[in-house]
């Protein structure tokens, strides 16, 4: 049936008026057209019956006299919201989920699920879009006080960078922006910065590492994660940036995989080539014992602060179980002043080799489990 076969007293321009206010009042594709069935029915009767009424009313082909650049907006966004209802069917989104429109991508949220994780400033939300014919999962980073944009922006800033400095082979250690948004809340008005990033499965970070080995992980399991850590500052600092936080909870490792990806970057200064960049903007507040100097005294941040705070996490989570000769490497790495420290984390990578060698011998792939939770 077409739906703008129809004529009559919808037509009326009472018709379209209420029309424009339901269209205007719906914030959302299920606030328009009824929740989505969780298990994966086809598309609800009333949900085509509202579309096709709208349609009808909205049409620009039977607009009011005079009110046709009206009607075409209007259509516009009906259009948008109905093709996001049924790409949220096909998708198997589930029910009332929330759509946030960007500039690449639109985006499906579960309206009233719990965050996947909250960090300081921000929660990340589970999140997924289409892609061509492909869903594609990713994670939302939206701050919880739009007085934090300024750091969405840093982190949004960075990685960009990174994605275009660094080469292709050792971007794995670094997340993927998809797209930063703008997110305006419709009760207050007030617009935060959010962050799209490519989801990551599988990974832990060294605080959950920690935790499920409070005795500290063997010296050789903490070899493999040291080695690809200092990859991951060494290339930010030749792409230009600091990552400032190289805390437990940001470092992410897979254990089958032995990968490693340094995520948060919403502390990171940028520096050009002289080494020299602003000082950090703010801390990881219950971590202020694996900072160094510079940062606490609010001093230019240099790439031998992400080489102090990366060997910091690295003592961390082995607990004191480094060998001696290692402890004294990683006392070289956390010296006072940063000018005494390395500060190219690619070259130092040799020289930990050398020491790992010394001590643990000859390097070979370890497998490395986390224990099942409890």
């Known amino acids: 049936m077409n739906p703008l076969a129809h004529g009559g007293s919808d037509m009326s321009t009472d018709g379209f008026d209420a029309a424009l206010r339901e269209l205007d009042l719906s914030d959302y594709p299920a606030a328009l057209f009824g929740p989505l069935p969780r298990d994966g029915s086809p598309l609800p009767r009333a949900a085509t019956a509202a579309y096709?009424?709208?349609a009808r009313l909205l049409h620009p082909d039977h607009a009011p006299e005079g009110r046709t650049a009206e009607a075409t907006r209007a259509f516009a966004k009906l259009t948008e919201f109905w093709s996001a209802y049924r790409d949220a069917a096909e998708g198997g989104l589930g029910l009332d989920d929330l759509t946030l429109a960007a500039k690449r991508h639109t985006y499906h949220l579960r309206r009233g699920a719990d965050p996947l994780a909250s960090g300081d400033i921000a929660d990340l939300h589970g999140a997924r879009y289409r892609d061509g014919s492909a869903w594609r999962e990713a994670v939302l980073k939206l701050p919880r006080s739009h007085h934090d944009n300024d750091l969405m922006n840093a982190e949004a800033s960075a990685l960009r960078?990174?994605?275009k400095r660094v080469p292709e082979a050792s971007r794995a250690f670094y997340p993927e922006l998809v797209e930063q948004i703008r997110h305006r809340d419709a009760a207050s008005g007030v617009e935060r910065r959010g962050n799209v990033l490519t989801r990551l499965r599988g990974f832990h970070s060294l605080a959950d590492v920690r935790r499920a080995?409070?005795?500290?992980?063997?010296?050789?399991?903490?070899?493999?994660?040291?080695?690809?850590?200092?990859?991951?500052?060494?290339g930010a600092s030749r792409a230009g940036a600091v990552h400032g936080a190289v805390v437990p909870?940001?470092?992410l490792i897979h254990p089958e995989q032995h990968g490693l990806v340094l995520v948060d970057w919403c502390y990171s200064v940028t520096f050009a080539a002289e080494h020299t960049a602003p000082h950090i903007p703010a801390m990881v507040t219950h971590r202020k014992d694996l900072y160094p100097r510079e940062v606490l005294d609010r001093a230019p941040a240099v790439p031998a602060t992400d080489i102090h705070m990366a060997t910091r996490c690295i003592e961390h989570v082995s607990a004191g179980r480094l060998p001696r000769p290692l402890k004294a490497f990683a006392r070289g790495c956390t010296l006072p002043l940063p000018q005494r420290r390395p500060s190219d984390g690619i070259r130092l990578l040799a020289e930990l080799d050398e020491a790992l060698e010394r001590v643990l011998g000859p390097r070979r792939f370890r497998p490395f489990h986390m224990p099942a939770a409890t």
Do not use: Q, T
């Not at 903490?222 to 060494?234: E, K, P, Q, T």
């Open 213 to 234: 080995y409070p005795d500290g992980v063997d010296p050789r399991d903490a070899a493999w994660m040291w080695r690809r850590l200092l990859v991951a500052v060494g």
């Open 161 to 163: 960078r990174l994605r």
């Open 52 to 54: 096709r009424r709208l």
């Open 249 to 251: 909870e940001h470092v």
